[in-house]
C-alpha cells in the first residue's frame, strides 16, 4: 500500500518562503509521476506543479517563476520550493503520486501566506 507523508507547511508572511516534501513509502519502484496540488474552501483542487521521473516539469502559470518542483526517485521524495510567496498561495497542498496507473494523494499540509 503506498503511503504519502507530507511536510513543511505553516504560516508565511508575504514575500516569503517555505518548503514542503513528500515522501511516498510501500513501493520499491520509482513514481512515475509526483506532483502538488492545492484546494481552497469552495474552489476546485488545482494543480501546482508535477515532475516525472525522467525530471521534466509542469507548473501553473500562477506559480512559474517562483516555485521549484524537484524529487529524488531513489527516495521517491518530491519537495515543492516556494518563493516570493502571495497570499493568494494560501491553501491545503497535497501531494499526489502516480505509479502502474493509479493515483495516490497525501492528507494534506495547510499554507497560510499572510499579506
Known amino acids: 500500500q503506498v503511503q504519502l507523508v507530507e511536510s513543511g507547511g505553516g504560516l508565511v508572511q508575504a514575500g516569503g518562503s517555505l518548503r514542503l516534501s513528500c515522501a511516498a513509502s510501500?513501493?520499491?519502484?520509482?513514481?512515475?509521476?509526483m506532483g502538488w496540488y492545492r484546494q481552497t474552501p469552495g474552489k476546485q483542487r488545482e494543480l501546482v506543479a508535477t515532475?516525472?521521473?525522467?525530471?521534466?516539469?509542469n507548473y501553473a502559470d500562477s506559480v512559474k517563476g517562483r516555485f521549484i518542483i524537484s524529487r529524488d526517485n531513489a527516495r521517491n521524495t518530491v519537495w515543492l520550493q516556494m518563493n516570493s510567496l502571495k497570499p493568494e498561495d494560501t491553501g491545503v497542498y497535497y501531494c499526489?503520486?502516480?505509479?502502474?496507473?493509479?493515483?495516490?494523494w497525501g492528507q494534506g499540509t495547510q499554507v497560510t501566506v499572510s499579506s
Open positions: 499526489s503520486a502516480r505509479q502502474f496507473g493509479r493515483d495516490y
Open positions: 510501500g513501493s520499491p519502484f520509482s513514481m512515475n509521476v
Open positions: 515532475i516525472i521521473n525522467g525530471g521534466s516539469t
